[in-house]
């Protein structure tokens, strides 16, 4: 536990304006990342008797060993900083909402030359529009239904689309009616994305003007005796307004705004949001975080601005936010929104009316939310501790250990040998440090030299890094010295796929370094036993045992990664061929290789003049590829084992391999993998 005094600036170092502060605890971590109006008499309050501090403020400076800061001209750049800094060091002591679920939109692919309607997860690309989030895919699916009739847009895969132009019949939903096939050329590329944009204004709310525009359409048809085509845009209109009854109307004057609610206790906090577009609520959504430092509602509320709207543009961030509570100072959190949208944004706090009782409505969401939260989460925190503390009893280690890391060698029968990384903080995976290695030191299958190097590695790695941490000086965040260092973090606990001998060799190899304050064990997979350096005899734990049951789940996840690594590997290794060895031949022109020629035989026996003739190949480039193809010799040909069948033109198969790897049709060959033991 560090002194806070040891690492005090004075007063006078510390300037009197707006900026942005991180402490670092003794690794150089960045654990807390703070704004402030000014930095001076902030981080005073940090420095002042730890008996007069929250109980989580005080952890919080006792962790840290050092504190920066960098000055800002505004107090929205403060803000827009903050956030940046927060998503790239994810400090442990700062409010992080965990979502746990990737929240389902309604795409409309308007970068695409035939925009396509689908349910699409995670970051958001450029040129699409997204409409949610969504509480379930199925609601998605249900309301796209419903809207084909009327709006038959694209749904189907790049897959299904190219092999309908190729044979030239659409698929089920162009023949139903709910595609307009523009795959075989039923409808223009214009007209499809006319229609796309007519999708997209409807579920952006603009639905009045087009339900009016078909209800004149079918009364004109009828007026006409064209009764088929009334009768078509009658169920057309029930159709629509039956997908518009999934969203009833909540807010009047089709207001466009998100609800944000947030009910809290002193440990944790659950936010809800409604996303109310046309005055329906089109989208819910919702995190729960832990309250790790000491925060109002209002900076709860601001935190959850920086999520919801940090990584967003446009009409993406509405006219109108309503909150429980506004942030302090208002001002700066306004403008940021205002930047963000490009136009005035309302950020308050609704006092009467329908927005009051929705914002009830979200708030008792908020409520249950939290509950449901604290009741699951009751076990999962309990199981956790006391899986640690078995562990730490177990292993006779000082405490419990915070951090695990697990290492896994996998191979396929000596060939492709890879190493993998695995790291668990308080018992819960942190995939973003995960690592992997390929083993350089030798060739062949030695599972023990191998987990020797990899270790070895690994940790000169972490003391090259902490020789280092002392020459930390620059806060560009764009500079590489100023990134979290991939492997400066230590581990409190070393665990090992194997028994043994793996055991032995990563205690060496710790030992070779000087590293002694690193415990190390290993698990045997085959009674699931766990092994100690220097020791006879293994430690078996009870097969009930929530340490055992952590202990595998770290070592099943080392192994799932290793090997995940290891096929793809094994997969690019399979897929090379002759061209793989011209000098300076990237993907794009060895893919314009083969299409032009077809395969790497007929390439072969190509002239000069005629490889030329392929886009972007030079004289110079077409006599190396010519002499590399001739110096490399025919592969063998190969044996369909199913039916014992020679296939003359291995290189045909070969030629098609390669043009699947790089996106292009393959034909489906008798080909047959022979597959190795996989450790």
Not at 251 to 256: F, G, I
Request: glycine content about 8%; proline content about 5%; overall charge neutral.
């Amino acid at each position: 536990m560090a002194d806070p005094s040891s690492y005090r600036p004075k007063p006078g170092d510390i300037p009197d304006s707006p900026g942005v502060y991180r402490f670092r605890d003794e690794h150089r971590r960045v654990i807390y990342v703070g704004k402030a109006k000014s930095l001076r008499q902030r981080l005073a309050n940090y420095f002042q008797d730890l008996a007069n501090l929250h109980p989580r403020t005080r952890t919080m400076v006792t962790t840290a060993a050092s504190v920066e800061w960098t000055v800002v001209s505004t107090e929205v750049e403060a803000l827009q900083l903050e956030y940046s800094w927060i998503k790239e060091y994810d400090p442990r002591f700062n409010v992080k909402y965990r979502d746990d679920k990737s929240y389902p939109y309604l795409a409309v692919t308007m970068n695409e030359e035939f925009p396509r309607v689908q349910v699409m997860r995670g970051h958001k690309k450029k040129g699409v529009r997204y409409f949610g989030p969504y509480g379930h895919a199925w609601a998605i699916r249900d309301t796209v239904d419903l809207l084909l009739r009327v709006f038959p847009v694209r749904t189907c895969s790049a897959g299904v689309f190219k092999n309908a132009a190729r044979t030239g019949r659409p698929c089920l939903l162009g023949y139903i009616g709910k595609c307009s096939a523009p795959c075989v050329g039923r409808i223009s590329a214009e007209d499809h994305r006319e229609l796309a944009e007519e999708f997209s204004d409807f579920m952006a709310g603009r639905t009045g003007t087009y339900l009016r525009r078909l209800e004149q359409q079918m009364a004109q048809a009828a007026e006409e005796m064209e009764y088929e085509r009334a009768a078509r845009l009658r169920d057309d209109i029930e159709a629509l307004k039956k997908a518009m009854e999934k969203n009833a109307v909540v807010l009047a004057d089709a207001t466009d705004a998100d609800l944000i609610a947030v009910a809290e206790d002193e440990l944790e906090a659950a936010v809800q949001i409604f996303h109310v577009r046309g005055g329906r609520v089109r989208g819910q959504r919702g995190w729960v975080t832990d309250k790790v430092e000491e925060v109002t509602t209002g900076a709860l509320v601001e935190h959850a601005l920086q999520q919801l709207y940090g990584e967003e543009s446009g009409d993406a961030v509405p006219k109108e936010v309503l909150v429980p509570a506004l942030p302090d100072p208002l001002e700066p959190v306004q403008q940021w929104l205002t930047d963000r949208r490009g136009s005035g944004v309302s950020l308050r706090i609704p006092q009467r009316g329908d927005k009051k009782a929705l914002m009830e409505t979200v708030q008792r969401n908020a409520q249950q939310a939290l509950a449901l939260h604290k009741t699951r989460r009751a076990s999962d925190l309990t199981t956790r501790s006391r899986a640690l503390e078995e562990i730490a009893e177990a292993l006779d280690l000082d405490s419990a250990p915070l951090r695990i890391e697990c290492y896994d060698i996998s191979h396929l029968q000596g060939e492709d040998v890879v190493a993998s990384m695995v790291v668990f903080e308080d018992g819960l995976q942190r995939k973003g440090e995960y690592r992997r290695f390929q083993i350089r030191g030798f060739q062949g299958q030695d599972d023990v030299r191998s987990m020797h190097e990899v270790i070895t590695r690994r940790f000169r790695r972490y003391l090259a890094d902490k020789e280092k941490t002392g020459e930390w000086v620059d806060d560009d965040l764009k500079d590489e010295e100023g990134r979290p260092r991939k492997f400066a973090y230590p581990p409190q606990l070393v665990v090992v796929d194997g028994g043994q001998p793996q055991v032995a060799a990563a205690r060496r190899a710790l030992d070779e370094l000087g590293i002694d304050d690193i415990a190390v064990c290993g698990l045997a997979k085959r009674l699931e036993e766990v092994w100690l350096p220097g020791e006879d005899d293994p430690v078996v734990l009870p097969r009930t045992s929530e340490g055992l049951y952590l202990l595998q789940r770290v070592r099943d996840e080392a192994h799932r990664f290793a090997i995940t690594y290891q096929r793809t590997k094994r997969a690019k290794r399979f897929r090379a061929g002759p061209l793989d060895d011209v000098p300076g031949l990237g993907e794009t022109r060895k893919r314009a290789l083969i299409k032009h020629f077809g395969s790497v035989k007929k390439l072969r026996s190509a002239t000069l003049d005629q490889i030329c003739e392929v886009p972007g190949i030079g004289r110079k480039t077409a006599e190396t590829i010519a002499v590399a193809l001739a110096q490399a010799a025919p592969a063998a040909p190969a044996v369909n084992t199913a039916t014992g069948e020679i296939m003359e033109d291995v290189e045909e198969a070969a030629s098609g391999a390669t043009a699947g790897a790089a996106g292009e049709p393959v034909p489906t060959g008798a080909r047959n993998e022979r597959r190795g033991q996989e450790t």
